[in-house]
């Protein structure tokens, strides 16, 4: 139990880490288009995310795959800066129906980009480990509480805005999303593979 525990705050630190905040970036893109109102949608997205960032994972530590960690690090602020963009669908089209279908796939397939940017790290933390899935099932819990922290801040700041200051939802995604692709830029060209 106490390396279950062990996991759950690793999976906490990862996606809380302010160091490296590609996570909160990530979350807050993805959660800015939604109110309470639709935290049914943004949980099932957020819990998308987490399911494909531990299969990654998972992939490492069974040797199914492993990728270049150099391009990986680039594509993790592609999956920012890209996920900020599919916002503005919601400025124009404000209806829940907005590429659902397209929006679970790419966080899925987002997810797996994040998870294999931590796979050779976690990889090297489970060699001596003989029960894999303990581990693993440890840090999606952390990852996924973390990540539901997240979205409730994000959800917290969408209603103080949108209904206290009444700001119109178009602008406040608009300028949310802006700012989100203002801090990833550096990322991008920080990571840029040469």
């Given at each position: 139990?106490?390396?279950?525990?062990?996991?759950?705050?690793?999976?906490?630190?990862?996606?809380?880490?302010?160091?490296?905040?590609?996570?909160?970036?990530f979350?807050?893109?993805?959660?800015?288009?939604?109110?309470?109102?639709?935290?049914?949608?943004?949980l099932?997205?957020?819990?998308?995310?987490?399911?494909?960032?531990?299969?990654?994972?998972?992939?490492?530590?069974?040797?199914?795959?492993?990728?270049?960690?150099?391009?990986?690090?680039?594509?993790?602020?592609?999956t920012?800066?890209?996920?900020?963009?599919?916002?503005?669908?919601?400025?124009?089209?404000e209806?829940?129906?907005?590429?659902?279908?397209?929006?679970?796939l790419?966080?899925?397939?987002?997810?797996?980009?994040?998870?294999?940017?931590?796979?050779?790290?976690?990889?090297?933390?489970?060699?001596?480990?003989?029960?894999?899935?303990?581990?693993?099932?440890?840090?999606?819990?952390?990852?996924?509480?973390?990540?539901?922290?997240?979205?409730?801040?994000?959800?917290?700041i969408?209603?103080?805005?949108?209904?206290?200051?009444?700001v119109?939802?178009?602008?406040?995604?608009?300028?949310?999303?802006?700012?989100i692709?203002?801090?990833?830029i550096?990322?991008?060209?920080?990571?840029?593979?040469m």
């Amino acid at each position: 139990m106490q390396e279950f525990w062990f996991y759950i705050k690793l999976g906490l630190d990862h996606v809380l880490d302010f160091g490296a905040y590609d996570h909160i970036l990530f979350l807050s893109a993805l959660a800015v288009p939604f109110t309470f109102k639709q935290w049914k949608r943004v949980l099932l997205l957020a819990t998308i995310f987490t399911v494909a960032h531990c299969t990654s994972l998972a992939f490492s530590v069974y040797e199914v795959a492993t990728v270049d960690v150099g391009l990986i690090e680039f594509l993790i602020p592609v999956t920012i800066l890209l996920t900020a963009l599919f916002n503005f669908a919601y400025v124009y089209k404000e209806t829940l129906d907005v590429g659902l279908i397209l929006h679970v796939l790419a966080t899925a397939f987002f997810g797996l980009i994040h998870g294999f940017g931590f796979s050779n790290y976690f990889k090297m933390l489970m060699a001596e480990e003989e029960d894999k899935i303990t581990p693993l099932l440890g840090f999606a819990t952390g990852i996924e509480l973390s990540q539901v922290t997240i979205i409730l801040m994000v959800l917290t700041i969408a209603f103080l805005v949108l209904d206290l200051l009444k700001v119109k939802k178009k602008i406040f995604i608009a300028v949310a999303s802006i700012l989100i692709i203002a801090i990833t830029i550096p990322l991008l060209i920080a990571t840029f593979p040469m």
